[in-house]
Each structure stands twice: as structure tokens, then as C-alpha cells.
């Protein structure tokens, strides 16, 4: 069962309303969505919960979701400061936090400014870095269509993701994902991210698509190269949103890892 939870979370930039999706019971998973929204993630986590009996918790970054986002509130680091209060706030240790697109790098933030509370990262197609001829692809300059065969191994199962088609409520939510991922991620990469990736020493996952072309397998190769204590690993049949398009391989994945990690 999901339960809503309704956190008030002091940051340097004053008190943030943060909310979240929980369900099921053991050690935390904490899954970071990224531009899609909230919604790309509830399968999964769902999924996660049941096979793996974790007590797994989404948060819905402030502006996305149809929620309101504080003005000072307006970058990857204040998300990941923002996102460290709530383990805070919960009380949460050895941690594993998920995090997909940019909910990787800002997975790839909170490693390295708010490390205490974290077991492990798993980065799953993260943006962030910036890698010489493999750019992150220009997400704003895409039409719907375009931004589907860039990111699903199997562009005719993705949902729409024309505004127009949509009642006017989820057209509202969409537009506010939009403009929050625009805000926050900007050009969706940060030049100073990887040279800073080496001072990382929380164990990482980084686990990428094989037909993502929003950030490719070079891309993501680089980003593993960058941290000292991470794995790297290419999922079979999905692109960049493996969460959503094969649920069950990155489940499967990820809890090999962890049965590695642990022996």
C-alpha cells in the first residue's frame, strides 16, 4: 500500500513542503525521478517493493507534480540539500538511493555533498556531466515524437507525450515538469561535475540503457570512469528511461548488485 507523506524540510534557503510516495517495509530505497515527473517512477517503485521487501520512498521534486516550488529554490544542489533533509527528517541510514536522468546527477550531488546517510548510488542514464563529442541531447529543441525515439528502445510503446492530447489538469502538470526540469537542469550538465565525481567514495551502480540517445553508452561509461568505487553496466532492450520501458531487467540488475555487494 502507498502512503502520502507530507514533509516540511529546513534547508539553507529556508523551510521547503516536500512530498512523497512510501510503500512497504526493511532497508529504505529512496528513487529520484527526473524530467518526466513523479509518475515515471510510482511503477517501479511499487515493483521494488514487493519483490525486494524494501521500504521504498519517491519524492516529488517542489514544481513538479502540480506542487509549488519555493523561489530560492532553483538548483540541482538546493535538490540535493532538499533531498538530504528528508533522510534527515525520516531518520534514514546505509540508504540506497536510485536515481534516473536527473534524478542521477542529483543522486551524483547528494554522494558527494551529503554522503553520511548513503549506502549506496545507483545511477541509472544520469545527465550531469559534461563528456567531449557526447552531448546531452538538446531535450527542449525535441518535438514529442523525437524525444520518444531518443529515449525507449521501442518508440511506439512510450506514452504520449503531446500536451495537447491531454485534459487540461495533466496538461497543467506537464507544463509545470516541464518548466522545473528547464530550471533546475538548464542545459543538463554541469562542466564542473566530473572533475568533482573522484571525491565520491560512496560505492555506485551506474547502469545505462543500450539505446538511450538522450546520453549514450559513452557518456555513461565516462560517468562510471569518474567515480572511484563504481560498476558499470549496459541493460539489454531498453533506452533511457529502463525504469519505465523494462521494469523487471533494472529490478533484476539492481538487486544482483546488491547480492554481490553484500557477499
Do not use: C
Not at 559534461?130 to 523525437?146: N, R, S
Not at 572533475?195 to 543500450?210: K, M, Q, T
Not at 539489454?236 to 525504469?243: L, R
Amino acid at each position: 500500500m502507498t502512503t502520502p507523506l507530507s514533509l516540511t524540510i529546513p534547508t539553507s534557503f529556508g523551510d521547503v513542503p516536500l512530498t512523497a510516495d512510501e510503500r512497504g517495509e526493511g532497508r529504505a530505497i529512496v528513487i529520484l525521478h527526473g524530467g518526466a515527473g513523479p509518475a515515471s517512477v510510482t511503477g517501479f517503485a511499487d515493483l521494488l517493493a514487493e519483490q525486494t521487501g524494501s521500504r521504498v520512498i519517491a519524492p516529488s521534486y517542489p514544481g513538479f507534480g502540480g506542487t509549488p516550488r519555493p523561489e530560492a529554490l532553483t538548483t540541482i544542489a538546493g535538490l540535493a540539500e532538499l533531498i538530504e533533509g528528508m533522510l534527515d527528517a525520516l531518520d534514514l541510514d546505509d540508504v540506497t538511493v536510485i536515481g534516473n536522468s536527473m534524478g542521477g546527477w542529483i543522486t551524483a550531488e547528494l554522494a558527494l555533498r551529503h554522503p553520511s546517510r548513503l549506502g549506496r548510488i545507483v545511477l541509472v542514464d544520469a545527465v550531469g556531466i559534461e563528456v567531449t563529442d557526447h552531448p546531452v541531447a538538446d531535450f527542449f529543441a525535441l518535438t514529442p515524437a523525437q524525444i520518444a525515439e531518443r529515449s525507449w528502445y521501442d518508440p511506439s510503446k512510450a506514452p504520449s507525450l503531446d500536451p495537447s492530447a491531454l485534459p487540461p489538469a495533466a496538461r497543467e502538470v506537464f507544463a509545470g515538469n516541464r518548466a522545473s526540469l528547464a530550471l533546475y537542469g538548464g542545459s543538463m550538465a554541469d562542466a564542473s561535475l566530473l572533475g568533482r565525481l573522484g571525491g565520491d567514495e560512496v560505492p555506485a551502480l551506474v547502469l545505462w540503457g543500450e539505446a538511450d540517445r538522450i546520453v549514450d553508452v559513452a557518456y555513461g561509461r565516462a560517468y562510471a570512469a569518474g567515480i572511484p568505487r563504481a560498476r558499470f553496466e549496459v541493460l539489454a532492450g531498453v533506452g533511457h528511461v529502463p525504469q519505465m520501458e523494462g521494469p523487471e531487467v533494472l529490478l533484476t540488475t539492481v538487486a544482483r548488485s546488491a547480492d554481490t555487494d553484500a557477499g
